[in-house]
């Protein structure tokens, strides 16, 4: 193992449930779906997050955020950076009002959300997932 620094980019994901109980993903612009949500900003609170990336990506406002996380993964990947190769991903229940207005703009640090979806964990597991939410499906 080499001696670095324990470095992770930590980032909040929002499990969000239709009446059926199937979770609302995100068909970013590379085809990949992903779970909204996004990083933490430094000295963020996490739940804070959650809210403003719900805003930002799908236009709605979170109302209700669960005390506490329902999952934790990470993952290991090579970005580009040296130093960061581990994410870490903290995902919270979510209860939305509003109608989802997808973030279409190229706006520097937004995700361009091209479609959106409620899905079974199953029929998940059937898409293209991003790597960020591939171990959320496999349990």
């Known amino acids: 193992m080499e001696d670095r620094p324990c470095t992770y980019r930590v980032s909040t ?3 969000i ?3 059926d109980g199937k979770i609302l993903l995100m068909r970013e ?6 779970l909204p949500g996004g990083g933490l900003d430094h000295g963020e609170d996490p739940r ?10 799908i236009g709605c406002k979170a109302d209700w955020i669960s005390d506490q996380p329902i999952a934790f993964w990470s993952i290991r990947k090579e970005v580009g950076s040296p130093e960061l190769k581990w994410f870490a991903f903290v995902a919270y229940e979510v209860k ?3 109608e989802l207005k997808l973030n279409k703009d190229e706006t520097e640090g937004m995700e361009v959300v091209e479609d959106a979806g409620y899905f079974s964990p199953e ?3 059937t898409l293209k997932l991003h790597d ?4 959320f499906f496999a349990y």
């Open 96 to 98: 939305i009002t509003g």
């Open 13 to 15: 994901k929002a499990v």
């Open 29 to 34: 612009r590379d085809g990949q779906w992903e």
């Open 17 to 19: 449930k239709n009446g």
């Open 48 to 57: 804070d997050a959650l809210r403003r990336e719900i805003s930002e990506e």
């Open 123 to 125: 029929e998940a597991k």
């Open 132 to 135: 960020n939410v591939k171990p």
